[in-house]
Structures are given as C-alpha cells and as structure tokens.
C-alpha cells in the first residue's frame, strides 16, 4: 500500500512492538490472529502500514470488509485471492464451495520458510461466511506460520451484533491476541499541531485525540477549528477546482476503492485530476486502484452529494460495470437500487441472494432477496412466490422467524392466485416447520395436516415425502408414538427408491427418537440416519443426528455413552457452520453438567448461548429452564426471570416434553422457596401434560409427586394433598425413581451416584426419616453450592426432631454481599484491575475455561451484563480488593 500523505505516528510504539512480538511468534509456526480494536479514525490501517513497513522480508496480503454495499460474501477472501493468486484464485472464478476456498486459502498462506500476514480490515462489517472463515482460521492458526490481522471498530458495536459471539468464540482460541488502540493524549496532539496556527487544546477538546480527525483538521488549513470530522473532510474538498470535486463525488458513490478504468469511464477525468485527488490526501493510491484514507472522508463526501445528482451518478457506474462485463451482481444490485432500475435490481439481488445463500451468508442473502421483493412489482406471481420461499429459507437460518412465518404466508398467496397446487403444499410444510420453532405448536401442527392434504392428490413427490417427514416429527413431539411412525414409514416408502436420500435420513432420525422415548431399540436407525447424512455430505442432517444421539444418551443419564457423539457432533457442525444443531449440542451438554453436578460449567454454557445474537424460542427454551434451574438452587437472583420465559415458550410449543420439565423445574423452585401450594399446581401441571412420557419423564414426574405428598405429611402443615396417586404414571418409571416411589431411598441414591448424578442422589435421600441419610443429603447439597436445597434439608431436620443441625453455607460466601466465593472475589479484582481471561488464568494458575466460568458466575452474581458493568458494580458496592 502507498501513502504519501501519512501523518507522524505517535504514542503507538506498545503496539507496534506487541505486533512486532507476534509476528515473531508466527515465523516460528505458532501463528497467531490478533484483533485490533478502535474507534473510527483512530489509526488502525496507519498501525498496520506502519508495521508492514518494518517487515520487509514478510508477505503481506490486505483485503476489507465494505460497508457500502450489503456484504459481499466472502468479499476479503475475494480481495486476497486477487493478490495470492495460483489456486485460490482460480476456485473463487469457479464459485467453489465455501469449505473449498477456506482451505484453499490457509494452504497457500501457510507456507514453509515465509511469514504471511493477511490483513482483514474492518471486520465489523463482515458478511456471515468471512466470520465463519475467521472462525476456521482461529482454530487452526496455532500450527501455521501466519498472522492474521483484523481491525473492528467497537465505539459503536451493539451488544446483538453478530461480531460479538465470534469475537468471543475466538477469545478462547490459543492463537488470538488483542491490542486496543485509544486516542491520542493532549501532548501528542501539541506536537502534531505544532507549526499550525490552531489552537492545540482546542484541537484536542474538539477532536477527543481521535487522529483522523486531528489530522483533517491539520490539513484544512481553515485557522480555526473545524466542528467535526464531516466539516473538517469538506474543508479539505472546498480546495478543489470544481473539476475535481466532482469526479470525488463520483468516487464516494462508486465507494471506498475506486478502479481508476471504471472512474474515467463515468467521469471523463484527466490525470491531472486524479493528481490532485492524491495531493489533497483524500485520496491514496492502493496497487492500481485508489482508495479513500478512510471511510470518514468518503461518508463525508457521499452525504454533501444531492439527490438529484446521485441518481444519474448510479446509472452511469451501473452502465459502466456492465460494459466492462462486471459479475459482482452484489455491487451492480446496489446501484441499481440507487438508480431505480427495477429490472436490474431483481436480476443482480436475486443472483446475488442465491450465490450468498451457497456460501452461507444468511443474512446477507436474505437482505439481497428483500430488495429484490421490494422492486417486484410488475412480476409475475410465480416469480414473487418463488423469491418469497428463498427469502423465508434464509430468515429461517438467521432466526428471523416470525418474518419468515409472514413471508412463506405472503408466498402461499401468490401461490394460489398462480393455481400452483404443488408449490401451494410445500410452502405450507415449510410454514409449518417456521410455526414449530416459534413454539406455536397447534398452528404448525395444523399447517403440517393441510400440506399433506394438498400434497396427497397430486402423487408421490419429495414434496409429498417431506409433508410425511415433517408430520412424523410433528406427532413425535407431541407423544402421538403410533403416527408418528406411519408417517416416518410413509415418507421412507416415498424416498428411499426415489433417491431423496435427505428425507429418508430424517424420517429414519424421527422413528429412531420415537424408539427411544418408548423404550425400544433406537441406536440401529439412528445410526443408519447418521451413515446416510455423512455419506451423501447432507451437512444438517448429520447435525441433527449427532444431537439426537447425544440427547437421547443424555436423557437416559448415560454420558459415557454419549460423550463420542458431543465431540464428533460439535467438530461436524464447526466444520460445516450448522449453528442450529450445535446451540442443540451446547444446550444438551449444559444439562449434562447440570445433572452432573458441575453448575459453575453449565452456567457458563447457558449464559453464553442466552447471549447468542437473534436466539429462537425453541433454542432458547431448554437453555432458560436449566440456567433458571441452578440459580433456584443456589439460591441465586434471577430464577423467575427464566423459568417463567421458559414456562411461556414450552406452553406454547404443545409438546409434552417440553411442557413437563418446565413444570417440574418450577415446582422444585418453589419447593426451594417453600411455596408448597405453588408446588404443587405446578406438578398438577405437569401431570396434565404428561400423556406417553417416556420412563425418566414419569419417573421425574411421580418422585415430585411424592416428594411434596411426603414434606406435606412430614410437617403436618395440612392433612392431605392435592395430589393423588391416581393421577400418576404408574408404570415403566426409570429405577432410581422407582426406588424412591418405593420408599429404598438409600438404594435410589446408589444408582443416581452410579450414574454421576449427585443431586438426584441428595433428592432421593431427602426423602428419608433418619439422621444418617439427611445428613448424607445435606453434606451433598452443601459441596455442590445449593443453598437453597441444604436449607430445606435443615428445615425437614428439624421437623423430624433432629439435634445438632448443619449451619448453613461456608462463613465466607454466606457473608459476601452477593454470596461470590473466595476464588470468584479473586476473579472479580482481576477483571475491575483490566485483566484479561488470559491474564487471569495466569495470575491465578488456572486454565482460561476455568476462568470463563468464575467470569460467568460474577455476571450472574452481580447482575451485570458485561465485564465492565459487573467492574462498575462491584465498585459501587465497595468489593474491590474486599475479600
């Protein structure tokens, strides 16, 4: 890259030599990904030139994220494999897959005896394949003689926006580093305005130290101040002969680079103008392109620019990116939208929208579908129908779920206005599906009974064989055992000759979970289900098996058993970017860590998935239950907050196994609270619901039956209980329960310890009337951290007469104002000291995952959203350095 317009570069010597520091880690094969963070002008690019200009012996390949355009999927890969070229840059003209190009790019990077630096700028624009290719890299960089450098601005990255989940996934990576970059101080904006006639802390006040601005101010040449950035850019450009200013309009519209062909073709320039364009310092050259210094400048230029000046502007770089025979319909989408071209904006978003959608940019393929729906107008029907079903696809893969539900009923309209009956049936499958995931379960299951009575009549179709599929999982859910396998037979019958392999997996997947919520053999058809989808590379398919294998293993509390398929599982859906099916897998781990009493881990599980940007409800709902449960029993704020979220998402799904565990985890939180009425409506609950449970869902349900029938007996608070065995499951309960509803407490909790299951273990010896047990219970409550549970423990004590009853919680975390243990006070100083999780664990001796969940239980403790305001909040209670 060329500047010869670069201001001197101060008080940025710690990050040059922290750079310096890891390139030299990456020369020696541990390559790193370092993350520079900043506001806008703050001089991310200008650190980076500066330190490319101290490695003359590297590779140094740059490519950016543009925030004009909707992103170009992939755009920095794009912009790397221009300058790499060789075999990255003959995939990217064959529109390889997205797994082609990603490996492509980190062979041809990591190359023995050469430090490659890759620059990816301003990835807080990042289109969703270049954060999943970011994702690739950082798991992989630690063996690679690579350094990989991304800028992002953070002054205004809202806590939803999808770089802060990746942000924090590559956190935890061995490979990433970061540098923040901060303004500059006042001494150092004196001696850049030394010479000048302004004013240096004014200069300062006004500017806050950003050195953008300090220096475009510097170059205005105005004499006094300019008020901001915009006026200090225009400034700048009010030197220029009209000529020039004019040609600088067209740059900012065509964006942040400009080719030098594409400008003289629009404008008719002469060198002479480009001349001055660069010596204003607006302007740079970039190989043989030309950029604008920064995206402030451009901004600048673009929002003085007249509407009645742009629109003829658009046209003509439309006319002109066709002439030269440009194929990036992303960018030809978007100025044909500035000029109001309606056929062009339908034929380049549309193209746009499917080749993002094959490189698994969801979002960005959706927002090219709803510009081109937006300039549909004088389509046809079918044309319409057809984008509407692509769009609610995509909204579909990015949890926009309630539009997509809108937008496949808008297609079903255009549907039957166009008498398409075929397309009319599936679109109503696939609202059907929507429906489900927004846990409106008697819509979906309505929707899923009228696609098949379109589809029927017109004769065995893969449309037909996934209404069949689908309505197999919809009775599935609903414990209709019996249908569910005729539908999932039928839909085999349909695929299986025809070769519709994906719908065979699932229907296969769907009798597998049939089986194992009724106690037979499931592992032979799921498996066959799991062999299918990894054999004809059906990525999602294979994703929901793995997380069926998984759940099934889980539920029935054999975690050995399951563990192969949670590993396998998550590296299938990293590798492939199967969101939905891994956030399936973290939630299923978190309720084995639940279960096997490991809270500080589960809670750190489920906080960050609750975190993840645009959760559906049906991802949320488990996560909410489990989070909600631990806190209920530590004791902990925040517990209605999730189980009554909870109880309303699994409510309205329909499903009992969804409906029965809210209520139960609602019950032993009111239980918990003493609220023994409330309880027990709670059980009432779950029992209405409870028809054709499986074993360990009955067995749940009766021990709490039991549980409170016998609290109730014990204190002799009242004479009977609304509860009645009648009303309970009476048969096929799993063996721990049925000893506890057996009155072998002791022999109940053998099994649940057997099984790695501690506080079914201390549950099940609650319901003893002798010491030597309760006391077992109560020591068991107490290791785990459950208060709330060794409190009612104590009180079941005293009830039965008991002497010399356990005090409560250790002095230390009893006395602590928001109940933190010793080791998470440590934690907390640390974090209010600016450490980060690395540092942490290394002052402290422990790994970083450990240190990730004490983080976690703080935020939880303090009811803090983020570091800094757990920071913040444990100085306005004066627990700094307190413990």
């Known amino acids: 890259m060329v500047d010869t317009f670069r201001m001197p570069l101060l008080e940025r010597e710690l990050p040059l030599a922290a750079l310096a520091e890891y390139a030299k880690e990456a020369r020696l094969g541990a390559g790193r990904l370092v993350l520079i963070a900043g506001e806008a002008g703050v001089g991310k690019s200008t650190l980076i030139e500066q330190f490319e200009d101290e490695l003359p012996d590297a590779r140094v390949s740059w490519g950016a994220c543009d925030g004009l355009f909707i992103p170009r999927p992939l755009g920095p890969l794009f912009d790397l494999a221009g300058q790499l070229g060789g075999d990255l840059l003959d995939l990217c003209r064959a529109d390889a897959s997205r797994e082609a ?48 450098v991304c800028t992002y601005r953070d002054d205004a990255l809202p806590t939803t926006h999808p770089l802060r989940l990746v942000l924090g996934e590559l956190a935890v990576q061995r490979s990433t580093r970061r540098i923040g970059l901060t303004p500059l101080s006042a001494e150092a904006v004196g001696l850049l305005a030394s010479g000048s006639d302004l004013d240096a802390t004014q200069l300062h006040r006004l500017t806050g130290g950003n050195p953008f601005y300090v220096t475009a101010a510097l170059q205005a040449r105005t004499g006094e101040v300019p008020a901001s950035a915009r006026d200090a850019v225009l400034a700048r450009v009010a030197m220029l002969r009209n000529e020039s200013r004019q040609v600088l309009d067209v740059a900012a519209l065509i964006g942040t680079r400009i080719e030098v062909p594409l400008l003289e073709m629009v404008t008719t320039c002469p060198p002479s103008v480009i001349d001055e364009l660069l010596a204003s310092g607006l302007l740079q ?40 025979g440009s194929t990036d319909d992303v960018r030809m989408a978007f100025h044909a939208e500035e000029a109001g071209n309606d056929a062009a904006v339908l ?92 846990c409106r379960g008697q819509e979906s299951m309505a929707a899923g009974e009228s696609a098949l009575a379109i589809l029927q009549p017109l004769g065995p179709t893969v449309e037909l064989a996934w209404a069949y599929a689908n309505l197999a999982n919809r009775f599935m859910v609903v414990n209709q055992h019996a249908a569910a396998i005729d539908m999932a037979h039928r839909a085999q019958t349909i695929a299986e000759p025809l070769g519709f392999l994906d719908v065979l997996s699932d229907a296969l997947n769907t009798e597998a979970c049939v089986a194992a919520t009724t106690g037979q053999e499931w592992t032979r058809p799921l498996s066959t289900a799991l062999d299918i989808a990894l054999t004809a590379r059906l990525d999602e398919q294979a994703g929901r098996a793995y997380a069926n294998f998984y759940a099934n293993y889980c539920e029935q509390r054999l975690f050995a058993e399951a563990e192969r398929y949670f590993v396998d599982g998550i590296a299938h859906c990293q590798e492939h970017e199967i969101h939905t099916f891994a956030t399936c897998l973290q ?71 969804m409906i029965v565990p809210v209520r139960l985890a609602r019950a032993e939180a009111c239980w918990l609270e003493d609220k023994q009425s409330s309880a027990e409506r709670e059980v009432e609950l779950a029992v209405t619901a409870s028809a054709a449970c499986n074993g360990w869902q009955r067995g749940a349900l009766a021990a709490w039956s039991r549980r409170l029938t016998a609290i109730r007996l014990t204190a002799s608070r009242l004479t009977a209980s609304r509860l009645t065995a009648s009303r309970l499951p009476s048969v096929d309960l799993a063996e721990p329960f049925r ?45 785990l951290g459950a208060e709330a549970a060794a409190k009612v423990t104590r009180r079941r004590m005293r009830s039965l007469g008991i002497r010399s009853i356990p005090a409560g919680a250790r002095t230390a975390t009893r006395a602590h104002p928001r109940g933190l243990t010793r080791r ?42 983020t570091r800094h305001a757990a920071a913040a909040e444990a100085r306005r209670l004066g627990l700094v350095g307190a413990a």
Not at 103 to 118: C, E, F, H, K, S
Request: glycine content about 6%.
């Open 101 to 148: 190009l990603f490996t492509a790019l980190l062979r041809q990077i990591d190359q023995p005896g050469t430090l490659n630096v890759v620059v990816v700028e301003d990835i807080h624009w990042a289109d969703e394949a270049t954060l999943d290719l970011l994702r690739f890299l950082g798991r992989r960089l630690h063996r690679a003689a690579v350094l990989l």
């Open 285 to 324: 050259e970039e190989g043989r392109s030309l950029r604008f210094r920064h995206e402030i400048g451009r901004l600048a230029v673009d929002q003085a620019i007249g509407s009645h000046r742009r629109v003829p502007a658009h046209a003509r770089i439309l006319e002109a990116l066709a002439a030269t």
């Open 347 to 438: 034929k380049h978003a549309v193209a746009a929208a499917r080749r993002a959608s094959e490189l698994a940019s969801h979002r960005e393929s959706a927002a090219q579908y709803e510009r081109a729906l937006r300039f549909s107008n004088n389509a046809e029907d079918v044309t319409s129908a057809a984008l509407c079903d692509e769009l609610a696809d995509e909204l579909s893969l990015v949890d926009r779920l309630d539009e997509a539900a809108a937008t496949l009923e808008r297609a079903l309209e255009l549907w039957r206005s166009a008498r398409n009956r075929l397309r009319e049936g599936d679109t109503m499958r696939r609202l059907s599906l929507a429906l489900a995931r927004l």
């Open 587 to 657: 939630v299923e781990r978190a309720g084995m860590l639940e279960r096997s009493g490991r809270w500080d881990e589960a809670g750190a599980v489920l906080t960050e998935l609750l975190d993840q940007v645009a959760a559906s409800p049906g991802n949320r709902l488990c996560a909410l239950m489990r989070l909600g449960t631990i806190r209920a029993r530590r004791a902990e704020p925040g517990v209605w907050a999730c189980l009554d979220e909870a109880a309303d998402l699994a409510d309205g799904t329909g499903e009992p196994q």
């Open 739 to 783: 000893l506890e509803i057996d009155g072998d407490w002791t022999g109940a909790a053998r099994i649940w310890t057997d099984l790695g299951c501690p506080y079914d273990a201390a549950l099940a010896l609650l319901g003893a009337t002798q010491e030597a047990p309760l006391r077992e219970a109560f020591a068991i409550f107490q290791n």
């Open 824 to 865: 998470e006070h440590e934690v907390l100083d640390l974090i209010c000291d600016g450490n980060t999780n690395a540092e942490i664990g290394a002052r402290l001796f422990i790994s970083a995952k450990t240190v990730d969940h004490h983080v976690s239980a703080i935020l939880t403790k303090l009811g803090a959203p």
